[in-house]
């Protein structure tokens, strides 16, 4: 059937590639982004159809939000601040509590439903080998600032979740991992691997932080789109939270090696090894984070199907394509001397 | 003196904060919404010389701002608690919304601010007792009564992003469990208020769980000297502080304590399953640790749990005798 729906953050990895899915589908999609992390030239593809509206506004006007939500049935609401490592703690935080309330709002009067994205990261310093639903979601102390993010996004989810116990506002919740893909935009923020790749097709030593022993998931992006795509088809997915992810996981100097291989380079691989110390006294980075989607694969029957080698190869093959706009819409990450992030 | 802007100040610690304020010759101007309280509290102090008395919203910036003015140090006290028979919705948002409103009244006005948050925010640690760095343990999302401690956590987070943004000083406590003359007598003032309800009217006790879980009690006079302290001290910008009295006491001690010092016969226990909450998940220790208090404030809880209980005993039998001689 059918739908108009809203993407907030829809010129972001996740929001762009959503909203593509969704109009393959027929569907009718509304974006929104203020363009302060996302790139137009990752939704440009779609400004063609006449079922893509975009909306360049900010999610925390409530005006605007409030027109934007009007006559759609399920509200995507993907825009968010990430890990305040340099700076922008406030902004941070409202963006992701206010964001959220502004969208739930707007989800209560429009009568529509709304798919959150959450992440891993509220997690945080758990020491389960493996991260369920169910596990403690485990903040360090409330002096560092990078605990700030998870917190918000754990107040977000329980704000979804008080809209749908006072309002009956039909929520779920999308714990996304490690999610990388093809975008315009390289951010600091997003995962090692576009930074690694900037780094070794440019022919420069990878930066690595700290020993690099840390170990991630890393999530292609068809399959995190593939199981968004179960959540809004499946009714029953709401008010339950939901791990999405790949279960493989490597460490950080690993996946410097995977890259540096793929990208052909003919040389031993160069690394550079940052101390956490050299951006922010007040940063605490968990050592290991492994993701158990088992719920994603037996309530949504969702599998991922891209594994590590290969994602990173077509990620490798979209910057390689891509090279020239990259590089100019993202000219700090080709440079010398760059204050790297992982 | 200075002026002093005390948020939820006819809750228990508001009211006791502002009489010892005034004592010590301070103008204190107390807001309250009056949505969990009365003036029964602060009645006393209506006729007190640079006592003031505001029925506003914590919430309402345009009011924060203006009763701010002129105030050296907010202490914000407002809030609404564990969601145990309510919805989570309340608590998220006025907890959030207040803190945040006091937070820019304090960048506008250059005031300090010193704010309550909980140690429910230590939540599941199973590493006792709670330092200030501990790790802060939360449950599953869809258990609500989490949304208290996620409340608190985000108005730490708010107020030290504020500092770091505008520089306006902050200071966060931690309070473990107060009681005392003025405190809410219903659930909402915490396990004693309702065990303490329960003996004087002979009836039974309503214990949660098996009653084995631990918790310290902090008798009022000393959270109000620990926050008198925090507000003043130069050692307490950008901190957070653990207020408490390190005594660990079963649910159910407190429980025999109490219809012991109330000075009735054999005790009446009635065990409340957990169940009857919905999805409910009790904390199931929780023991500050004191020492940074201690050290940066000179902070030193002085009233033991028997000498607390008696007081609050008795103060509770005299406002009960009363509201049923009214009723």
Known sequence: MRKKVLITGVAGLIGSHLAKALLDRGHDVVGVDDLSLGVRANIEPHFGSDRF?????????????????????????FAAQKIPRYGGYLKTLDVNVRGTEILLEGARRANARLIFASTDDVYGKGMEASFTEESPLVLGESR???????????????????????????????????VYGPTHHISKLSGAQDLFIAAALSDRPIPIHGDGSQTRPFTYISDAIEATLRVFETPYADGEVINVGASAQISIVNLAYLIWRLAGVQKKPQLRFVPYTDFSRLYEDPLHRRVDVSKANYLLGYRSSVDLEEGMRLQVLWFRNNLESIRALNPEFFQEEENPGT | MEKILVT?????????LCSALLEKGHAVCAVDNLSQSTTRNIETHFATPGFEFVQEDVCDEAAMLRLAKGTAVIVHLAAFKIPRYGNAFDTLTINVHGTESVLKAAKERQARVVFASTSDVYGKNPHLPFSETHDLYLGETNVKRWAYAVSKIMDEHYAFA???????????????????????????????SVFIDAALKDLPMEIHGDGQQTRSFTYIADHVDGIMRAMFSPKAVGE?????NVHEVSILELALLIWRLAGKGEPKLKLISYQTFGKYEDVRNRVPEISKARNLLGFEPKVGLEEGLRKTIEWQRSVTRFSEGRS
């Open chain 1, 53 to 77: 509206r975009f909306c360049e506004d900010s999610i925390l006007d409530p005006v605007k939000m409030n027109e934007a939500c009007e006559g759609v049935s399920v509200i995507f609401h």
């Open chain 1, 144 to 178: 560092v600032h990078r605990w700030g993010a998870a917190a918000s996004k754990i107040y977000g989810e329980h704000l979804c979740f008080a809209y749908a116990e006072k309002y009956g506002v039909p929520v779920a919740i999308i714990r996304y991992s490690g």
């Open chain 2, 8 to 16: 939820g100040a006819a809750g228990f610690i508001g009211s006791n």
């Open chain 2, 162 to 192: 504020y500092q770091q943004e505008y520089g306006i000083p902050v200071t966060a406590l931690r309070f473990f469990g107060g009681y005392g003359p003025g405190q809410n007598t219903t659930w909402w003032g915490g396990p004693q």
């Open chain 2, 240 to 244: 957070i502080f653990n207020l408490g």
